[in-house]
DNA sequence: AAAAATTCAATCGCGCACAATCTTTATCGC
DNA sequence: GCGATAAAGATTGTGCGCGATTGAATTTTT
């Protein structure tokens, strides 16, 4: 597929004496810069539900399906015991749900959503819309564009768990 | 797949009393979920310029074009001086670049290069290959990819700075 | 020219992300 | 049963990101 440079990737450079990359040539930049202007446009409209957006993703988990240790959550969310933690410690002592020691094995945390926890799933369903019409896309190309993401990720994460 | 829920973007919300989004159904988290894989890929990669990702980003900037003040640089990053001060200072600190007062104006910072800072450019040319077969992409798909990314960006800016 | 407004960088505080380490609990081998 | 190993979560330390504030330098207004 990319033929027109020969791959060769321990062969020898060209003349240049390597040329350092450049930022705007970057997916990774582009992946990264994007993801700062959407958490950007997510603030204001989280600041009505008192939630950030990890916390946000979190809840949306939970909206889902609760009553699951913290390892599944994080697990879900892509995120480990050292960020989740601190931020469900946050959610508890706001009340929007529980941290159990679960009976059956001493060792697991499971995550409860409170009924205030619950009730805040209402308030967030028009989310999604008014995100949409921020990122000036339609509901196809919103979802087309999310599954190439969830490629990418998939790709790099099979790259990460590799041998 | 998830077609048991009629789209309807505009039209009146169902019967059912609002039920809260999910997170795999959202770009958000795709984009989200994207980044932090990336830079879990770019993390080994950059162990051998002992260089953060962010850091990494902004000696690309500098690799193309330095001399330039602070906020120049925090404008091609999307980061504000709250982020970007701390970052530019560690960089001093290990011998990369110099920070300087512009003489011309007495409120701006100039970020230099040291020849360290310069020659490390050549020692990152091979990174972009390395992350492109991390990636499980080819070159023509990584740029269109770039380029949505890019311009889902530039809307969601354009948004922010509406009126 | 004096006052007001603006610009730029630095600083502070909070909340992620994550590596590394530790504690507690469970399970395996014997 | 008992020790070794593994697994789950908590803790600690570093480095972002960013809102808010501050202070100094410059520009604009009057």
Redesign the pocket.
Known sequence: MDEQTPPLPTAAPPATPSAPPKLDDQLCFAL?SAG??L??VY?PILEALDL????Y?AMMALWERDDI????L?AQL??????????????EARGLLQ?RR?P???????VVLTEAGRSLGARASDIPLAIGQAAGMNREDARAERDRLVALRDRLEAFLDRE
């Open positions: 990264y700062l202007a958490t950007k603030r950030t957006y990890p916390q993703l240790p913290v390892n599944a994080g892509r995120l480990d015991s050292g960020t989740l933690t601190p931020l469900l410690k946050r959610l941290r679960d059956e094995d001493e060792r697991r945390v499971r």
